[in-house]
């Protein structure tokens, strides 16, 4: 390795065993330039089920792990007035997505958070968005340039 190349990682987890820690301190170091595999297909089915109380400890844990705290649950829901009372709804995948973009940014901080790219089952559906994180601009303008060119071929 030379002193001063680029330094780039997957983070690929197998669904929710990622450790906020990891994504921090890459942050922090502000020399690495990362992928990381969101699972959203995970947390839909483990974790964000329309009722909180159904949901195994294990997985909430989980959460909290990969989110880095319990903050993910004032994003994953939104309140909404039925006839007689509030409930809560889970907000939209890509929503959810949007706020961990956000994180990235503002909490483990990444200057470069392009919009991820979702990496979809042979169905269709969303199973994972693809995040890349980084401080260097030619490398985030790299990454939406393939990201926009895949998400085209995928139409």
Known sequence: MVLGSPLNALLDPYGLTLDW????????????????????Y???INVLHHDQKTVLPLHIERMNAYWGDESW??????????LFETMEEKV????????????LKTVAGFTRVPEPLPMRNGK????????FASHKGTA???VTYI???????RI
């Open 140 to 142: 985030e303008n790299i």
């Open 147 to 153: 990201f926009d060119k895949f998400a085209r071929q």
């Open 92 to 103: 939209s995948n890509r929503r959810l997505a949007e706020a961990f973009r956000e994180r």
């Open 124 to 131: 269709g559906s969303i199973v994972y968005y693809l995040f």
């Open 21 to 40: 820690k990891v994504i921090q301190e890459a942050g922090t170091m502000q020399s690495l330039d990362i992928f990381i595999n969101f699972p959203i």
């Open 42 to 44: 995970d947390i839909n």
């Open 73 to 82: 649950r004032s994003v994953a829901y939104e309140k909404s007035h039925g």
